[in-house]
């Protein structure tokens, strides 16, 4: 199994995780179907979204995969007017991943970072490790730790 940099910065910090790895459709890199594939729980499932807000750039928010985030509540939290998706062609350049193995953890950047807050309702919650087909399991507290988030409702 390949070291990320997600779990490389997870084990420099001693932080309790566990990995898990499935098979990649790359026709299908929906969080829903990666949940699906590691047997786990959708709401516990938070996939990584990168925004760019007018008046402080990159912003990183976590949420479940079943959920879309809201760009309103996005852009208010993160002290932005205006708040938009980063293109796919831009993630790898701005955050050294993917679209479907984008990682809040181990960016090129320590970007402003938001995790939904229902987050706090699980002992555990997955992100990716930083490749497809490859998600991490942790408490959502020290995924805020690490990645110096905060916790606020994105939905």
């Known amino acids: 199994m390949p070291k990320t940099n997600a779990i490389r910065i997870l084990e420099s910090k001693n932080i309790p995780h566990t990995v898990h790895t499935?098979?990649?459709d790359e026709d299908d890199l929906s969080g829903t179907t990666a949940a699906n594939k590691i047997n786990a729980n959708k709401e516990t499932v938070f996939k990584t979204l990168v925004a760019?807000?007018?008046?402080?750039?990159?912003?990183v928010f976590c949420i479940p995969v079943t959920e879309e985030l809201n760009l309103k509540k996005a852009a208010a939290v993160s002290?932005?007017?205006n708040i938009e998706m980063v293109r796919v062609k831009d993630l790898l350049?701005?955050?050294?991943y993917i679209r479907g193995g984008c990682s809040p953890i181990g960016?090129?950047?320590n970007f402003p970072a938001?995790?939904?807050e229902t987050a706090r309702l699980f002992?555990?919650?997955y992100v990716s490790a930083g490749?497809?087909?490859?998600?991490v399991c942790l408490s959502p507290y020290d995924l805020k730790n690490v990645i110096n988030a905060v916790f606020t409702d994105l939905l």
């Open 131 to 135: 490749i497809r087909g490859m998600q």
């Open 52 to 59: 760019s807000g007018d008046k402080n750039g990159i912003n």
């Open 107 to 109: 960016m090129r950047k």
């Open 79 to 81: 002290e932005n007017k």
């Open 114 to 116: 938001f995790i939904e």
């Open 123 to 125: 002992e555990k919650i």
């Open 22 to 24: 499935y098979k990649v």
């Open 93 to 96: 350049n701005l955050t050294g």
